[in-house]
T-cell receptor, first 113, second 117 residues
Framework: RKEVEQDPGPFNVPEGATVAFNCTYSNSASQSFFWYRQDCRKEPKLLMSVYSSGNEDGRFTAQLNRASQYISLLIRDSKLSDSATYLC??????????????FGGGTRLMVKP | DVKVTQSSRYLVKRTGEKVFLECVQDMDHENMFWYRQDPGLGLRLIYFSYDVKMKEKGDIPEGYSVSREKKERFSLILESASTNQTSMYLCASWGSGRDLRAPYEQYFGPGTRLTVT
């Protein structure tokens, strides 16, 4: 079983739609979680961290469910510019110290006009 | 702004050649990483370094070595390139959480697409 699993997609949605991605992780001791965004032929960049209480950044909302070991990302009012691959990332460093990241395979989103 | 640069965007090498991939960061970060990215497999950690001359194996170190002689530079070496090392190679750096807005953000270089024929 992969340490971090994501549906590869692609998710094809119209502009303005709401879309949600889920990700599951296998190591229950994982301490911190992130969503990275990767545009086509570009490097990954941090989109947002994921906190236990849930957090929001504009149109983006991230949630963490430790009991079920899954992380979600919700994008509201999708824009064409949201088209990208979204990587679910887990910090596997002991006790959250350090920064050893495990990346999921990514979920591809395509927003259509 | 953090800047991570890699020596080449595209590289074509022959089987058996020795290959050097260079990475430089300008933020005085202690930690540097080398990943490879393949379709369906995501990013996988090859090696990392938490200080000058220090290195640790990641998840897939076989066939690779690294060098960190200066803090800003981290090199990945393929001693004898093979076709299964054809991949996108990404370097990243991290500065022990100095950026309070994003203490765990790893900053990536643009990647080197290596083809071994």
């Amino acid at each position: 079983r992969k340490e971090v699993e994501q549906d590869p997609g692609p998710f094809n949605v119209p502009e303005g739609a709401t879309v949600a991605f889920n990700c599951t992780y296998s190591n229950s001791a994982s301490q911190s979680f992130f969503w990275y965004r990767q545009d086509c032929r570009k490097e990954p960049k941090l989109l947002m961290s994921v906190y236990s209480s849930g957090n929001e950044d504009g149109r983006f909302t991230a949630q963490l469910n430790r009991a079920s070991q899954y992380i979600s990302l919700l994008i509201r009012d999708s824009k064409l510019s949201d088209s990208a691959t979204y990587l679910c990332v887990v910090n596997r460093s002991p006790r959250g110290a350090g920064n050893m990241l495990t990346f999921g395979g990514g979920t591809r989103l395509m927003v259509k006009p | 702004d953090v800047k991570v640069t890699q020596s080449s965007r595209y590289l074509v090498k022959r089987t058996g050649e020795k290959v050097f991939l260079e990475c430089v960061q300008d933020m005085d970060h202690e930690n540097m990483f080398w990943y490879r990215q393949d379709p369906g497999l995501g990013l996988r950690l090859i090696y990392f370094s938490y200080d000058v001359k220090m290195k640790e194996k990641g998840d897939i170190p076989e066939g690779y070595s690294v060098s960190r002689e200066k803090k800003e530079r981290f090199s990945l070496i393929l001693e004898s390139a093979s076709t299964n090392q054809t991949s996108m190679y990404l370097c990243a750096s991290w500065g022990s959480g100095r950026d309070l807005r994003a203490p765990y953000e790893q900053y990536f270089g643009p990647g080197t697409r290596l083809t071994v024929t």
